[in-house]
């Protein structure tokens, strides 16, 4: 019997609409991968999956009443308060005197979903503990969710599914954000669960991380959904990687300038810093400098401070003024503004994507990043249009540059983001999980792009990803920091 039966299928709208239509069935007992390039399609063929494009009636059915509540789907553009919430701005997480009372705990909505899923049972409440032991979740119960970090918030977000017990389970790249450990951990879950009657649905950037439980792969090409087909680890991964690793990136050219602008040697210096929320200490007496031209790997544990620290960099952390810290060859806290700081910057990071919700064209993206706004509200000069148009270029996304953001793939609002970091050729580049969301091609391109980048001894960059393959071959010094229990 299928579970989900999808026959000659088309979009109700035409903007929805793939290019030919969708046959597609999921039995039972079958766990399913999604994969393909970023613009592929494979979103839009989730949302006629799910219904949130729906197709012409008749043409997708299932095998169980309700799909909202059997159906459940958890996509890459997580948010802190909700799908609809227009209300979270980038720098809120750091400004906690913007939090008032009514912003939920991890403890209260995880609390709630486990209420809404059913019936209170031993067998489901020892299912509750074993997914917060799993990933450590205790210890957040009491935090508020606009204060946890990406990693713990694709934890809570998968907890929060999980507890509603659904049918099926669509996720979109599950693992990325989550340290190497939680990934195992992760994976050893999902199995489990599938041995009790779950069926999962992956949609993954990272061809190499195919759980051993997937059954079947499903490719999407060229807004094309392919036949499905079984999935055997050894024959399809070696043939992945292969093509992958072929890739042709000859269009950067010689594209990236040197800089000319004179910057101190020190461009970081943290002295004894530590930062407090509440009870919690999430850096101690952390001592770090950073020289101009060093090429500097953030890594560390979820939760581990990561983002906390990057935000006192950034200028976007008002505990700064309290520590001793010099950026630039200057102490916070002595005259400069943060934009003083923020035009020696280009970053990228998980909190940004979130956060990024203008609905405007690619070219107004990356041009935001020349005047360090979220959003764009002076009208760029004709020269600054060209050097928008050529990081467009230097990311393969030329063609995108008056697509609107939210009409893009997270694979292409990524490349968007990240050329946005570029446009202005900063001093200090800050990638924070850069390669979120792309595939095997685009993540093989952007290291190469970083790589030539800091060609250029006068460039610093601080890189963070929980991936060891992920860093560029430029990477000279690494720091590691430490969960504080």
């Not at 039966?5 to 039972?28: C, G, H, Q």
């Not at 976007?316 to 950026?327: G, T, V």
Request: proline share 4%; hydrophobic share 35%.
């Amino acid at each position: 019997m299928s579970t989900i039966e999808i026959r000659n299928a088309r979009a109700r709208k035409p903007e929805w609409s793939m290019a030919e239509p969708v046959d597609f069935t999921l039995e039972e007992g079958e766990h399913i991968a999604i994969i393909g390039r970023n613009g592929s399609g494979k979103s839009m063929f989730v949302d006629m999956l799910t219904g949130r494009h729906p197709a012409y009636p008749g043409m997708v059915t299932y095998s169980f009443d309700e799909p909202y509540n059997n159906l459940k789907h958890i996509t890459f553009r997580d948010t802190y308060g909700g799908d609809n919430d227009r209300t979270y701005f980038l720098q809120q997480r750091w400004n906690q005197m913007e939090i008032d009372e009514e912003t939920p705990t991890v403890g209260s909505k995880l609390e709630e979903a486990y209420q809404l899923a059913g019936d209170d049972t031993p067998q489901r409440r020892t299912l509750q503990k074993h997914i917060y032991e799993i990933f450590h979740l205790e210890p957040l119960l009491d935090k508020y969710i606009i204060l946890l970090s990406s990693g713990e918030l694709r934890k809570f977000k998968l907890a929060a599914s999980l507890f509603t017990n659904p049918k099926v389970l669509i996720m979109e790249n599950p693992f990325i954000g989550l340290d190497a450990q939680t990934r195992d951990q992760l994976k050893e879950l999902l199995d489990m669960l599938t041995k009790e009657g779950l069926q999962i649905i992956l949609v993954l950037a990272k061809t190499n991380e195919i759980p051993d439980f997937i059954t079947h792969i499903v490719e999407v090409r060229e807004m094309r959904v392919l036949r499905k087909r079984s999935f055997s680890r050894n024959v399809e991964c070696g043939m992945w990687n292969e093509n992958s690793s072929a890739a042709d990136h000859s269009h950067q050219g010689n594209l990236i300038p040197h800089s000319t602008f004179h910057i101190p040697q020190e461009i970081i210096h943290f002295n004894k810093v530590t930062i407090r929320y509440g009870a919690r200490t999430i850096l101690k007496d952390l001592d770090w400098t950073v020289r101009q031209g060093e090429h500097w790997a953030l890594s560390g544990d979820n939760g581990s401070g990561k983002s906390t620290l990057l935000s006192l960099v950034c200028a976007d952390n008002p505990q700064a003024y309290a520590c001793n810290i010099s950026l630039f060859g200057h102490k916070r806290g002595s005259g400069e503004s943060i934009w003083d700081i923020k035009r020696h910057i280009g970053y990228v990071s998980p909190e940004m994507h979130r956060s990024y919700k203008q609905n405007i064209p690619a070219i107004q993206i990356v041009a935001s990043g020349l005047k360090d706004t979220i959003g764009l509200y002076v009208r760029p000069n004709e020269a600054e249009r060209e050097q928008c148009r050529k990081w467009l270029e230097v990311f393969g996304i030329g063609h995108l540059a008056d697509r609107k953001f939210m009409e893009m793939s997270s694979g292409e609002q990524r490349l968007v983001l990240l050329a946005r970091a570029f446009v202005k050729e900063p001093d200090l580049l800050i990638l924070d999980e850069p390669l979120h969301g792309l595939d095997d091609e685009n993540r093989l391109m952007v290291k190469e792009i970083v790589d030539k980048y800091c060609e250029d001894s006068s460039r610093t960059l601080i890189y963070v990803t929980h991936y060891q393959e992920e860093l560029p071959h430029c990477i000279d010094h690494s720091i590691f920091l430490k969960k504080n229990a």
